[in-house]
């Protein structure tokens, strides 16, 4: 299993399943997974739709149960954590940043990033958070006022505000223009350039994975590939 030298592992998972019951069929999601993630990398998931890269990330981040393995992050086991350990888990822990942008619409953006802010023991302030990803300008602008690519630094600026220990991206440039999508990614090179937050990013787009410290290929629910980027590039020359 490869993986890099940046620190200590935050996430382990140990022969991790996941199957789903469709009246008499049960479907395998997840057949076995071993992998390490560890603090300070940037790692791409790629895969086909169905190969088990969004169950993998939503079991990582104490959303959904593996049926059978082990998963920690640290030292602390979250395959056998109670509901309340896990919401407790994700409050303090992890930040989720989806394909779709799930702003408040009513709200600005800076009281988008609020919402995690108060709740939050540590947090920065929803100014700094934004100012993290180019958007000091727009502190005050409603979601219908900004692009996608806005409204998409919005929400990665409300996830990292409560300073995550792990970044979970879910296909965070799916919806996006290439353009627009770059600058999204420059936006989550830079927080883990600059803070540290261990990243996961799922996507379908084969160029982006030169920008990560590692890249993992899932296919029907197994790890087929876990390598290292020897010469990683800035989001400005992925090609699209």
Not at 16 to 32: F, I, K, M
Not at 72 to 94: C, G, P
Not at 181 to 186: R, T
Request: proline share 4%; charged share 20%.
């Amino acid at each position: 299993m490869a993986h890099t030298k940046l620190g200590l592992p935050v996430f382990r998972t140990e022969g991790v399943t996941r199957s789903y019951r469709t009246g008499a069929v049960e479907v395998w999601a997840l057949r076995g997974v071993d992998l390490i993630l560890a603090e300070g990398e940037m790692v791409v998931l790629l895969g086909a739709s169905g190969s088990g890269k969004s169950t993998l990330v939503n079991i990582l981040g104490g959303l959904d149960l593996p049926t059978g393995g082990r998963v920690f992050f640290r030292q602390q086991e979250l395959s056998r954590a109670s509901d309340r350990h896990l919401t407790a888990f994700r409050r303090d822990h992890v930040g989720f940043v989806f394909q779709f942008y799930n702003l408040v619409p009513s709200l600005t953006a800076r009281e988008n990033v609020a919402l995690v802010t108060e709740i939050a023991s540590n947090p920065m302030t929803p100014e700094e958070a934004l100012e993290r990803v180019g958007l000091s300008h727009r502190l005050d602008h409603f979601p219908a006022e900004l692009s996608g690519g806005e409204q998409q630094r919005v929400a990665i600026a409300r996830a990292i505000a409560k300073r995550p220990d792990v970044l979970l991206c879910d296909e965070p440039t799916g919806a996006l223009d290439s353009r627009t999508g770059i600058q999204v990614l420059e936006a989550l090179h830079e927080v883990n350039r600059d803070l540290g937050t261990a990243t996961v990013l799922i996507t379908h787009n084969a160029g982006i994975q030169r920008i990560a410290d590692r890249v993992v290929v899932l296919a029907d629910g197994r790890v087929v590939s876990d390598t290292v980027n020897t010469e990683r590039v800035l989001p400005s020359e992925v090609s699209w």
